[in-house]
């Protein structure tokens, strides 16, 4: 993103056309002199050297350098020689505009004006000249400030179609870094949601067709199927949630209330009916309503590791302890099953752990994970937060 307007692409850097220009009216103001008849003698050598000191530094100095020698060899000509070379007025109005497009730290109109007024004294103060010579050298005083207000008219126009690409730009990258924020969040929910209703379907299905052993052969394969289906759909929802975090999904909308921990018996039950295990809540300290979005991320926390644990060490207890205190929530859950493996590795398309590490870091706690002490494996998460204030 731009921090400022890039600098006008104006006469900083002079490129072929400005010296091409620049030499042209030299030719034309030594022609000139020529034309009105000064002959080769010291007197015109020195006009027609005075005549390319007026035009040629528009092409060879930065813009103030350039309009001070312009301004003296055009004041020089017009009070030694009383003449003023067409092209070197338009050499002055070329400078001119040049210090009206440097903008205000260089050039503006009014020491355009300053740089037009000696010739203004020079014509109406001045003796000899033709009055040919007179009205030129006051339309050069008068022209120069206007030349100067045209370039910086010039610059404002740059800068505001500048000023109007960077806004552009900044609302683009806003808008990118939000949508991107809630694919993100979008991501968390389908994985912690979804993913948990489905991974109780598959170990609903399990439990049903291997604690009735007298199920008829056709239930039985309905059974299997039923799981087989969630267990498919899980990994089919993974590898959407991976295309979300990539930022190349759609968007969408979930517009359900979101649960807390007064929802947490209801979770624990659930859990309790799918696994067939025992899972136990310890809440240690006064319980306290803690900020909506600590409390959100503590629930899916829990009900992450809880689909974790179903499906890594299914029949393995579950003990789900909240600690309350002064400087927020501390939760931990473990379960007594293997533990992590040996040799860790990270599953294609597994977010879970990422997940509730983010949501942890969200709202300004921190997440740990692994293996508990005397076998099993722990999440421990510490989540700040006072109170809510009735």
């Known amino acids: ?26 030719l034309l103001a030594v022609t000139e ?9 010291p ?22 350098a350039a309009a001070v020698v312009v301004g003296v060899a055009g004041l020089l000509a017009l009070t030694l020689f009383h003449l003023l070379p067409l092209a070197s007025v338009a050499a002055l109005l070329l400078v001119a505009g040049r210090l009206g497009r440097r903008g205000p730290q260089w050039g503006t109109v009014w020491l355009a004006v300053a740089l037009g007024l000696p010739f203004l004294a ?38 505001a179609t500048e000023h109007t690409a960077a806004r552009a730009e900044f609302a683009g990258t806003l808008l990118e870094h939000t949508a991107r924020g809630e694919r993100a969040r979008i991501s968390r929910e389908l994985h912690d949601v979804v993913a948990h209703h489905i991974s109780m379907i598959a170990v609903q299905a399990e439990t049903a067709r291997l604690t009735a ?14 799981g087989d289906t969630a267990r498919a759909g899980l990994t089919e929802m993974r590898r959407l949630l991976g295309v979300l975090r990539e930022d190349t999904g759609e968007d969408g909308a979930d517009r359900q209330p979101q649960p807390g921990l007064r929802q947490l018996n209801r979770l624990l039950d659930d859990a309790r009916e799918a696994s067939g295990a025992g899972t136990r809540l310890i809440v240690s300290g006064v319980p306290v309503s803690l900020d909506p979005g600590v409390e959100l991320a503590a629930y899916r926390i ?30 931990r859950v473990r379960d007594n099953g293997p533990g992590p ?22 709202v300004g706690g921190e997440l740990t994970t692994g293996a508990a002490s005397g076998g099993g494996f722990t999440v421990s998460a510490r989540l700040p937060g006072q109170a809510e204030q009735p």
Do not use: K
């Not at 007197?43 to 103030?64: D, R, W």
């Not at 393995?316 to 939760?331: H, K």
């Not at 509730?356 to 870091?361: H, L, P």
């Open 1 to 26: 993103m731009r921090g400022t307007p890039a600098a006008c692409p104006s006469d900083d850097n002079e490129g072929v056309g400005s010296i091409i220009t620049a030499v042209l009216l030299g």
């Open 33 to 41: 002199v020529a034309v009105r008849g000064h002959g080769v003698t």
């Open 43 to 64: 007197p015109a050598l020195f006009l027609s050297v005075l005549a390319l000191g007026s035009t040629l530094p528009l092409a060879f100095l930065p813009p103030v």
């Open 122 to 159: 020079v014509a109406l103060a001045g003796p000899g000249g033709s009055g040919e010579t007179r009205v030129v050298t006051v339309l050069a005083a008068a022209l120069a400030p206007v030349a100067a207000g045209a370039g910086l008219a010039w610059r404002a126009q740059f800068e």
């Open 213 to 226: 052993p007298d199920l008829p052969p056709a239930t039985a394969q309905r059974l299997r199927a039923i």
């Open 302 to 331: 829990i009900q992450e590791a809880l689909t974790n644990s179903r499906r890594h060490a299914p029949g393995a207890a579950v003990d789900v302890e909240l600690r309350y205190g002064g400087d927020g929530l501390r939760l």
């Open 341 to 362: 493996p040996a040799a860790p590795s990270t599953p294609a398309g597994g977010h879970g752990l990422l997940g509730m590490r983010e949501r942890a870091a969200a």
